[in-house]
């Protein structure tokens, strides 16, 4: 057990302190470097990756979410315009059949019921 503790304080702990200084003097700046470097990059992909999102939802409008909005609002007037015309025809029946009723069964007409 002492040969053990002796071994580690004779050999081990002089090669875990020369590594130690290695480390502090020699491998900070590469590992910054490195980090620097990894940081500009994670933000080149990152502003690369915006400027082709915002290229593809400008593409995405004009090929297929304008040319819908377009489509849309022409359905939607046609809708209207079909509505509308419905509603014109089923007040002219309704003028007319108020028209015809009124003659059936008016005090003169054939139905009368008096």
Known sequence: MILLIFLIFAQV???????????ELHLWEPINRFWAECYEACKAASKQRA???AANRRLFQQKIYMPWKVRQVEEMQRLQAAAMQRKTNDNHIRKKWKT???F??????P????
């Open 104 to 109: 059936l069964y008016g005090p003169r007409g």
């Open 51 to 53: 400027t082709l999102q």
């Open 111 to 114: 139905w009368y019921t008096g």
């Open 100 to 102: 015809a009723k009124r």
């Open 13 to 23: 702990k002089p090669l875990y302190d020369r590594y130690q200084r290695d480390i």
